[in-house]
């Protein structure tokens, strides 16, 4: 194998390795700032147009209060980039999206401008 193919090979190796890495089962913690109770709370990949179960369930997630969200890579073939869905207890929805699950821990959502936004950490 000459030099340029084994460079060549190695960089596919460590981009497979890379990949990897970021699409690791974790907890992220929502925390909600927004100044209401969240009554509904949905996340789904940006590429898709369902937002499937609240994953709160039968539970609302109070102002100043965070709940962890399991991650699992492989449930959305590998993807990392997700929008969600907030239903507050009042019912207005609001949506944020571009959130990269594989390369943070906390969601803080929070108002600007009348608008729910996030933080990710």
């Known amino acids: 194998?000459?030099?340029?193919?084994?460079?060549?090979?190695?960089?596919?190796?460590?981009?497979?390795?890379?990949?990897?890495?970021?699409?690791?089962?974790?907890?992220?913690?929502?925390?909600?700032?927004?100044?209401?109770?969240?009554?509904?709370?949905?996340?789904?990949?940006?590429?898709?147009t369902t937002w499937g179960n609240d994953l709160l369930g039968a539970d609302v997630l109070a102002n100043g209060s965070s709940v962890a969200i399991h991650y699992t890579p492989r449930m959305y073939r590998g993807e990392c980039v997700f929008d969600m869905k907030i239903v507050e207890a009042d019912g207005e929805v609001s949506t944020v999206s571009g959130i990269n699950l594989c390369t943070i821990t906390t969601v803080t959502l929070s108002r600007s401008g009348g608008e729910v936004v996030f933080e990710a950490h």
């Open 1 to 48: 194998m000459n030099k340029r193919s084994f460079l060549a090979t190695l960089a596919v190796g460590l981009l497979s390795f890379t990949s990897i890495a970021f699409a690791i089962d974790r907890d992220i913690s929502v925390r909600n700032n927004i100044g209401a109770t969240v009554r509904e709370l949905y996340i789904s990949p940006s590429s898709v």
